[in-house]
C-alpha cells in the first residue's frame, strides 16, 4: 500500500525527535503497531483525541501540527507535497493547504515546488 500524506508528516515528526515507534506508543498510550500503519498508510482517518495524543509527544511547531491535524481529515493529500512542505518552513499552513485542495485534470500533477510557487502568485496577487 502506498504511503499516505498523513503517514510521510507522522513519520517525518517522529525521526526528527528521534523517537522509535515504541517510545512514541508508551509516551502516547496509542499502540505501536497502529502508529506503524498510520505512517505506512494501511490505516488512515485516525480520530482528533488519537492525533492530539500524537502530536503530545511529537511535538510539532504549530504549523506543522496544523498540517498533521489537517491532514488527518484528507487522506487524498499527495505525500510528495506534505515532503515538500515539511523541509521548508516558510510555505505556511494556508499556502500548504491551498495546494492539498487544488484539483488537477489528468494524471500529472505539477511538481511541488512548482505547485507552490503557484499558489504563492495568487495568495500575492489577492493581497493586492
Known amino acids: 500500500m502506498p504511503q499516505t500524506a498523513l503517514g510521510v508528516a507522522l513519520k517525518t515528526l517522529r525521526e526528527r525527535r528521534t523517537l522509535s515507534l515504541r517510545e512514541v506508543s508508551q509516551l502516547s498510550t496509542v499502540d505501536h503497531a497502529y ?9 488512515t482517518n485516525p480520530s482528533q483525541d488519537l492525533v492530539d ?14 498540517l498533521v491535524k489537517w491532514l488527518a481529515d484528507h487522506a487524498e493529500a499527495d ?17 500548504f493547504a491551498a495546494a492539498a ?23 500575492d496577487e489577492e493581497d493586492d
Open 79 to 95: 505525500p510528495q507535497l506534505v515532503e515538500f512542505v515539511l523541509a521548508d518552513s516558510s510555505i505556511s499552513a494556508d499556502v
Open 35 to 43: 502508529v506503524h500503519r498510520l505512517e505506512t498508510g494501511e490505516k
Open 53 to 66: 495524543k500524537l502530536l503530545k509527544v511529537l511535538k510539532p511547531d504549530q504549523r506543522d501540527a496544523a
Open 101 to 123: 485542495g487544488i484539483r488537477h485534470r489528468g494524471t500529472v500533477r505539477p511538481d511541488p515546488a512548482t505547485l507552490i510557487a503557484r499558489v504563492k502568485r495568487a495568495f
